[in-house]
T-cell receptor, first 111, second 112 residues
């Protein structure tokens, strides 16, 4: 099941710079997209979401961009901080509550 | 800040045994979910529950699995006869509507 894909297994960024995490999806029925952050031995923590009627949503240092024609979304973190180091999951839902997750991207923010 | 809690944090059981994983969702939420993550794999949806019934379930959620909301606060996942391949992290989640789902810390199930 590859409906939600995060093609970069890991990303390394310098503190203070921008982190850009990418996600692609294949199912046109998806209409709601979310980003979660996960530390080892903890559950996913909700970060930010976007509905398919929007192309951008911003919350503090986190911005999510949605390009429906390309079936692509991205999470921007500006400025990146060492505490942002975690696994980031993209998830999508459509026509119900079930979330379909990507494989995750490990973000390392170097100080 | 309200949060989803799960017990136990780690459960070890022998193959063929029944296990019950427990969750306390956020109190004003109406939708409840179970997901699992096998080591090294994606987080996978198991089941969603609303208005005291299953609203959706995945292929993984076969007859060996069941969910229950025995009272106004708990939400449980039962695996009747565990298999080795049931070993995973099991996450409970809840939401107020068809929007953000909030996850608990997970229960690590180890089947030996």
């Amino acid at each position: 099941d590859q409906q939600v894909k995060q093609n970069s297994p890991s990303l390394s960024v310098q503190e203070g710079r921008i982190s850009i995490l990418n996600c692609d999806y294949t199912n046109s029925m998806f209409d709601y997209f979310l980003w979660y952050k996960k530390y080892p031995a903890e559950g996913p923590t909700f970060l930010i979401s976007i509905s398919s009627i929007k192309d951008k949503n911003e919350d503090g240092r986190f911005t999510v961009f949605l390009n429906k024609s390309a079936k692509h979304l991205s999470l921007h973190i500006v400025p990146s901080q060492p505490g942002d180091s975690a696994v980031y999951f993209c998830a999508a839902s459509g026509g119900g509550n079930k979330l379909v997750f990507g494989a995750g991207t490990i973000l390392r923010v170097k100080s | 800040e309200p949060e989803v809690t799960q017990t136990p944090s780690h459960q070890v059981t022998q193959m063929g045994q029944e296990v019950i994983l427990r969750c306390v969702p956020i109190s004003n939420h109406l939708y409840f979910y179970w997901y699992r993550q096998i080591l090294g794999q994606k987080v996978e949806f198991l089941v969603s529950f609303y208005n005291n019934e299953i609203s959706e379930k995945s292929e993984i959620f076969d007859d060996q699995f069941s969910v229950e909301r025995p009272d106004g606060s708990n939400f449980t996942l039962k695996i009747r006869s565990t298999k080795l391949e049931d070993s995973a992290m099991y996450f409970c989640a809840s939401s107020s509507g068809i929007d953000e789902q909030y996850f608990g810390p997970g229960t690590r199930l180890t089947v030996t």
